[in-house]
């Protein structure tokens, strides 16, 4: 009797420890929705309830690492006037800014934002080209376009990318080499995946459902990399340093963070960077020379 009696105490015990943990786990996840609810209420409250019926329009935007609250006003400036950098409150931010009327509150995800893409195929007009320059244009990317795709692993697909993107194919092949030594297969300890190595949560962000399809996963890489460029200002190492790293903590430290694997990382790439460009550069002025590509005392590039 002894015993049982243990074994029903113990079994009594067990349940209320249970139960009591499923409690704080509700307690906290309330706690953290409920927290989400009053910074977007907060947000949306700062210049009055009135003044969001009177010309003011607030502009949720979603990246890749924070949704910023965007007050925007005619006549004044856009004011970001929250920012939250936690992932689960962030996210509950931006879903719960849809339950506000579309004339009060728009949304963007701003990783999808074309304008941060400003020379997507067909959307850039170039300066009409006469006919001798319009040929040597065409022999320049056609000479281009056969370096890759005889040289480099998945170069047709790098060279056609990086066209569409406007981003140098170079930089693409040195980024892939060092992410996955060309393996389309490869899998990192953390997850990433494929040639270009990017998480599932970024190549979803980034429209690639399989990560493990070369053509799905070079063209979500250059479009994170066009991406990274446009949030720097074309500066090459810390758009480097920010594929590896996070474009959080080259933010945070002001250019390549003091992290030993980055600084290996960017100095890996920039090399091969600079290889490519000179076998590229080489491989030009051998079959450049064929169509006799003197103009103006210079070699047409």
């Not at 009135?50 to 010309?55: D, F, K, N, P, V």
């Not at 879903?95 to 893409?117: E, T």
């Not at 060092?178 to 297969?185: A, L, P, V």
Request: net charge positive.
């Amino acid at each position: 009797m002894k015993k049982r009696h243990l074994v029903d105490s113990l079994s009594v015990r067990s349940a209320r420890a249970r139960r009591l943990a499923e409690r704080r786990r509700s307690v906290r996840w309330i706690m953290s929705r409920a927290a989400a609810t009053l910074a977007l209420g907060a947000a949306f409250s700062i210049g009055g309830a009135t003044e969001t019926l009177q010309s003011v329009h607030f502009l949720v935007q979603k990246d890749l690492d924070a949704v910023r609250v965007v007050k925007q006003q005619q006549g004044s400036r856009d004011e970001v006037v929250a920012r939250l950098n936690d992932g689960f409150a962030a996210n509950s931010v931006f879903k719960l800014s849809r339950l506000f009327p579309d004339r009060m509150v728009s949304h963007r995800l701003a990783l999808f934002d074309d304008r941060w893409i400003p020379t997507l195929t067909g959307q850039v007009q170039q300066p009409k080209l006469d006919v001798f320059h319009e040929e040597m244009a065409r022999i320049n990317t056609a000479i281009r376009r056969d370096f890759f795709a005889n040289a480099i692993p998945f170069g047709d697909i790098i060279h056609e990318k990086s066209q569409k993107y406007d981003v140098d194919p170079a930089l693409v092949a040195a980024v892939m080499e060092t992410e996955s030594r060309f393996h389309k297969g490869a899998r990192s300890a953390v997850g990433a995946r494929g040639l270009m190595q990017l998480m599932p949560r970024t190549g979803r962000w980034l429209g690639a459902t399989n990560l493990y399809d070369p053509t799905q996963n070079v063209d979500a890489g250059v479009k994170y990399i066009k991406y990274l460029q446009g949030r720097f200002d074309g500066n090459l190492k810390k758009t480097i340093a920010a594929y590896n790293a996070g474009e959080g903590n080259v933010k945070r430290y002001g250019g390549v963070p003091p992290f030993n694997e980055t600084r290996s990382y960017v100095k890996k790439v920039l090399n091969r960077y600079a290889q490519r460009t000179q076998q590229l550069k080489a491989y030009d002025e051998r079959r450049g020379t064929a169509a006799g590509t003197e103009l103006d005392g210079s070699s047409l590039r």
